[in-house]
C-alpha cells in the first residue's frame, strides 16, 4: 500500500507543466549560510553562482548600502546587488541594522508586479491594467513587461504549480532567480541575473523607513 501511494505521487511530479525531476529537485536551492556578527555579515554556501557573494562573502557596515528587511526573503543592498538571508534571521538583521545604523529601506514590488499573472490568484482586468501603469512609473515599458513575462512564463508557473508551492500572495525576485537558475546555462544565466537586478533597482527606494 505504501508502495502504491509513492508511485502515485511520483507520476504526480511535474504533473502541470511537466517539471523534469532535475527542476524540481533544484528550484528551492536556499540562500546559503549566514553568520551576523557586531559589525559584519559572513554568507558561505550561495547558490547564485553570478553573485558577488558566491560562493563565499564577507561584508563590513560600510559595505551595506541598505537593507530591506521586510522583503521575503530580506535583501542586503551591496555594490547595487541584492543579496538574500533567510527569513529566520529576521530579528537578528534588524539588531545588525539598529546597531550600525545602516538604512533600511522599503521592498521595491518590480518583479512582485511583472511575475503576478504566475500566481494562484486571478486577476481583473483594472487590477492588470493598474499593474501595468505602476511599472511604466518605475521605467518598465509595457511591452518589456510582457517580453519578461514570455521569457519566464514556463518556468515560474512550473516553480509555482509543478512544487505544489501554489504561491497566491506575491512571487519575487528571489523566486524568479531560483526558477531560471535551472533552465539556464551558466553564461546564460549570468546575463538573466545582471538583468533581473537591473529591473529590481529600477526606480528603488533609497531613503529609510
Known amino acids: ?13 511535474g ?34 553562482k553570478p553573485s558577488k557573494a558566491y560562493p563565499k562573502i564577507t561584508i563590513s557596515k560600510e559595505q551595506i548600502t541598505s537593507i530591506t528587511i521586510d522583503s521575503n526573503p530580506p535583501q542586503i543592498n551591496y555594490e547595487n546587488e541584492w543579496i538574500f ?31 503576478d499573472p504566475f500566481l494562484d490568484t486571478e486577476f481583473s482586468e483594472e487590477e492588470q491594467e493598474s499593474t501595468l501603469n505602476k511599472l511604466e512609473e518605475n521605467g518598465i515599458k509595457r511591452n518589456e513587461t ?10 515560474m508557473y512550473k ?9 497566491w500572495c506575491s512571487l519575487g525576485l528571489a523566486d524568479v532567480l531560483q526558477a531560471m537558475r535551472v533552465k539556464l546555462t551558466d ?23
Open 15 to 48: 504533473a502541470f507543466f511537466n517539471s523534469t525531476d532535475y527542476e524540481l529537485n533544484n528550484f528551492f536551492c536556499g540562500f546559503g549560510k549566514c553568520k551576523i556578527e557586531n559589525d559584519k555579515i559572513t554568507i558561505s554556501d550561495y547558490k547564485f
Open 187 to 209: 553564461e546564460e544565466f549570468k546575463d538573466f541575473y545582471k538583468y533581473a537586478m537591473k529591473i529590481e533597482n529600477k526606480n528603488a527606494t533609497q531613503h529609510g523607513v
Open 146 to 155: 510582457l517580453e519578461i513575462r514570455g521569457k519566464v512564463s514556463k518556468q
Open 85 to 115: 538571508v533567510s527569513a529566520e534571521l529576521k530579528d537578528e538583521l534588524e539588531k545588525f541594522i539598529n546597531r550600525n545604523n545602516i538604512l533600511k529601506t522599503e521592498k521595491n514590488w518590480n518583479w512582485d508586479s511583472i511575475l
Open 1 to 13: 500500500m505504501l508502495e502504491t501511494i509513492k508511485n502515485i505521487f511520483k507520476k504526480r511530479k
Open 159 to 167: 516553480y509555482n504549480f509543478d512544487t505544489m508551492l501554489w504561491d
